[in-house]
């Protein structure tokens, strides 16, 4: 325990083994904020999330010296939007009652995740009643996302309720983590006049610098495996969601037929099965277009660093909602990144100030096309902005660095100006 007697509880659906981004991310913060002398304890769900494992777990448990609680209600494996409405219904109430009642022999500090969408209201109100203090994460900002998707309506009620209750939820707390600067704009608007914006720090996500490292196609197994060596591969590894327009990707793909050219798509989503649809329709599955299931995380060091280039796309109206993940294991892997973003993006925003790919609009498969060709025509420039990517990603956006900041923000709030605001570089060349 530190000095003060803080208990840290993290709340989270997802955690190891789960393979969900989420789950690896907030695995990486328990242990590294553990690692870093904070007393942690996780209460999360069981493992179900498509492409990993589903093995339940103990309810309780140790991971990495970091205690986990597992819920004990039943959970669907997660393969359908009905299913996961279940279990976030099922996670967010279990969570509100275990918290309500459970025993706490000094201060405690609560952080949760804006995961599932319910979360953050339940644990406003938990910690309201306890009295604790608690760290809102978003990586999603609700409703927004239903608004965008089309679930719901601006002007509905649900709509109004919801947000109002998110903005008390914001309000009320003590520190908010937002991914970038879009993200910290919207999540003002949502709180209101009355929001004090010195309560939001900006906190990337991250990948492990150890774990994905840039590798040569002539040397990565994966490559020679699925024959990527000798053609130009545009890859897209994650979720195949609604939120992500692989529509440009596949229709941009159409142009090369007659090239040597490969996009590969790997993962597993609600719109996947749409996406090979697409695919089928103008005659690229099978030829320019390949699609793989979710990899195992020992082949992910491959997988992820056998393109070229690394796609990473947000549907239209997602500005400031969320920011892709995706894009930090990118830059790890030293590739050039090729985003279908907004040109206001949190993560066009990061592309720019170090120079490491090109950003084009959804759906503007024109510009998709360009950007491939002016890769292929020039592999200098190619390498070098993969350069970029890396050494940017080195300086600014490893897990060290982002739990620190963490650490910094729980422990005496001194956290420093985020770097997508500094930065001026418009490559590392220029740094």
């Given at each position: 325990m530190t000095d003060d007697q803080t208990e840290y509880v993290l709340v989270t659906e997802y955690f190891h083994p789960d393979t969900a981004s989420t789950g690896q991310l907030m695995t990486d913060l328990a242990v590294g904020l553990k690692d870093r002398g904070l007393d942690m304890t996780v209460y999360t769900g069981q493992p179900n999330y498509r492409g990993g494992p589903n093995e339940r777990q103990p309810r309780k448990s140790t991971h990495q010296g970091v205690s986990v609680n597992r819920i004990r209600a039943p959970q669907l494996r997660q393969s359908s939007l009905p299913r996961?409405?279940?279990?976030?219904?099922?996670?967010?109430?279990?969570?509100?009652?275990?918290?309500?009642?459970?025993?706490?022999?000094?201060?405690?500090?609560?952080?949760?995740?804006?995961?599932?969408?319910?979360?953050?209201?339940?644990?406003?109100?938990?910690?309201?009643?306890?009295?604790?203090?608690?760290?809102?994460?978003?990586?999603?900002?609700?409703?927004?996302?239903?608004?965008?998707?089309?679930?719901?309506?601006?002007?509905?009620?649900?709509?109004?309720?919801?947000?109002?209750?998110?903005?008390?939820?914001?309000?009320?707390?003590?520190?908010?983590?937002?991914?970038?600067?879009?993200?910290?704009?919207?999540?003002?608007?949502?709180?209101?006049?009355?929001?004090?914006?010195?309560?939001?720090?900006?906190?990337?996500?991250?990948?492990?610098?150890?774990?994905?490292?840039?590798?040569?196609?002539?040397?990565?197994?994966?490559?020679?495996?699925?024959?990527?060596?000798?053609?130009?591969?545009?890859?897209?590894?994650?979720?195949?969601?609604?939120?992500?327009?692989?529509?440009?990707?596949?229709?941009?793909?159409?142009?090369?037929?007659?090239?040597?050219?490969?996009v590969l798509i790997i993962g597993e989503g609600d719109n996947k099965a749409s996406i090979v649809d697409r695919a089928e329709a103008n005659g690229t599955r099978g030829e320019t277009v390949e699609f793989l299931p979710y990899q195992p995380r020992d082949v992910l060091p491959e997988s992820l660093t056998s393109g070229d280039v690394s796609v990473v796309t947000v549907r239209e109206g997602f500005e400031g909602i969320c920011v892709s993940s995706k894009l930090y294991t990118a830059m790890a892997a030293g590739m050039p990144v090729l985003g279908i973003v907004q040109p206001e993006d949190d993560e066009a925003r990061i592309i720019d100030a170090f120079d490491a790919g090109i950003h084009v609009e959804q759906g503007d498969v024109d510009g998709f096309v360009e950007a491939i060709d002016t890769w292929r025509s020039n592999p200098e420039h190619r390498r070098q902005q993969g350069a970029n990517a890396r050494a940017a990603f080195e300086s600014y956006f490893t897990k060290t660095q982002s739990i620190d900041r963490y650490y910094r923000l729980l422990t005496d709030g001194a956290v420093a100006p985020d770097v997508t605001r500094t930065t001026a570089v418009t490559s590392t060349e220029s740094a």
């Open positions: 996961r409405l279940f279990n976030w219904g099922v996670f967010t109430i279990w969570m509100f009652l275990v918290l309500l009642v459970s025993r706490s022999d000094g201060d405690r500090e609560v952080l949760f995740v804006s995961n599932p969408p319910m979360l953050p209201i339940a644990m406003w109100i938990v910690c309201r009643i306890r009295g604790w203090d608690y760290t809102y994460i978003v990586y999603d900002l609700y409703p927004d996302q239903p608004v965008e998707l089309g679930y719901l309506s601006e002007d509905g009620l649900i709509h109004r309720s919801w947000a109002a209750l998110n903005g008390r939820a914001l309000l009320a707390a003590t520190n908010v983590v937002a991914l970038g600067p879009r993200m910290e704009a919207r999540i003002a608007a949502q709180a209101g006049p009355m929001f004090d914006k010195d309560t939001v720090t900006i906190i990337h996500n991250w990948a492990d610098a150890d774990f994905i490292e840039p590798k040569e196609k002539s040397e990565n197994t994966f490559s020679e495996e699925h024959d990527l060596v000798d053609s130009f591969t545009v890859l897209y590894s994650g979720n195949i969601g609604e939120f992500h327009d692989l529509e440009t990707v596949v229709d941009g793909a159409a142009r090369f037929n007659d090239d040597d050219v490969t």
